[in-house]
C-alpha cells in the first residue's frame, strides 16, 4: 500500500499564480482532509471531505478550494496565490473504529509563493 | 474554540535525563492523539489516547490522559538522541455528525543532546 501521496513535493509560486495541490489514497478511506503547517503554529485544518461529492470547510479555508469526485482523489486548487499561503501542506485520510480515528499523513507539498 | 496548549514549547535536554511535555485542551473530548515530526517529514502516531486515566507506553516514551482535567503528558525517560523530535498533541473537533478533522497544539520541539 502507498498510502496517501501527495504531489509534488516542492513548489515555487508567483503571486497571482493558481495551482493544485494532488492527494490521493489508496487505503478506501471516505474520509479526507487538507492542512497547513506554519512555524510555530502547529497544523491547522483548511478543507475536509467525509465522501465523494461532500465537502466542507476547516478552520483557515479562505483561499483554498476542494472537490472530491472519487473516494481516491482529494485535490486542494490556489485560484490566485498569495505570500500568506507560503507554507507545508499536508493530506490526510483516517480509518474510523468505534473508540477513534486513526489518521494517515502524506510526505506534505512545501509550497512558497513570491 | 477548541485550544489545545502545550507546554514546553522548546526543550533542549540531556541523554538519561526524564522530562515530561503537558498538553491541555478546551474541550470534553475522550481522545488525544499524540504525533512525532522529525525535521522535513510528515507526521507519525505516536498514541491514541481514549478514555479517562488511559496510559499508553512504548519504549521510552509513555502517555496519559486524564480528561476531567483536560490534560495529557507525554514523559520521557532516560532520554536517547535519537528521540530529537517535534511532538505534537492533537484533540478531535466534534461536530453533530462526527468528528471534522484534529486541532493541533503548537508542538513541542524537543532537542536532546549527547
Known amino acids: 500500500n502507498a498510502g496517501v501521496t501527495q504531489t509534488p513535493k516542492f513548489q515555487v509560486l508567483k503571486t497571482g499564480q493558481s495551482m493544485t495541490l494532488q492527494c490521493a489514497q489508496d487505503m478506501n478511506h471516505e474520509y479526507m482532509s487538507w492542512y497547513r503547517q506554519d512555524p510555530g503554529m502547529g497544523l491547522r485544518l483548511i478543507h475536509y471531505s467525509v465522501g465523494a461529492g461532500i465537502t466542507d470547510q476547516g478552520e483557515v479555508p479562505n483561499g483554498y478550494n476542494v472537490s472530491r469526485s472519487t473516494t481516491e482523489d482529494f485535490p486542494l486548487r490556489l485560484l490566485s496565490a498569495a505570500p500568506s499561503q507560503t507554507s507545508v501542506y499536508f493530506c490526510?485520510?483516517?480509518?474510523?473504529?468505534?473508540?477513534?480515528?486513526?489518521?494517515?499523513f502524506g510526505s506534505g507539498t512545501r509550497l512558497t509563493v513570491v | 474554540e477548541l485550544k489545545v496548549e502545550q507546554n514546553p514549547l522548546f526543550l533542549s535536554m540531556q541523554e538519561g535525563k526524564n522530562y515530561t511535555i503537558y498538553c491541555n485542551y478546551s474541550t470534553t473530548s475522550d481522545r488525544l492523539y499524540w504525533y512525532r515530526q522529525d525535521p522535513g517529514k510528515s507526521l507519525e502516531s505516536l498514541f491514541v489516547?481514549?478514555?479517562?486515566?488511559a496510559v499508553k507506553q512504548e519504549g521510552r516514551l509513555m502517555a496519559s490522559l486524564d480528561t476531567k482535567a483536560r490534560l495529557s503528558t507525554l514523559h520521557i525517560t532516560a532520554a536517547v538522541h535519537d528521540l530529537s523530535a517535534t511532538y505534537f498533541c492533537?484533540?478531535?473537533?466534534?461536530?453533530?455528525?462526527?468528528?471534522?478533522?484534529?486541532?493541533f497544539g503548537k508542538g513541542t520541539h524537543l532537542i536532546i543532546q549527547p
Open positions: 492533537a484533540v478531535d473537533i466534534e461536530s453533530g455528525g462526527g468528528a471534522d478533522g484534529l486541532t
Open positions: 490526510a485520510s483516517r480509518r474510523p473504529t468505534p473508540q477513534a480515528y486513526y489518521y494517515t
Open positions: 489516547l481514549l478514555s479517562n486515566g
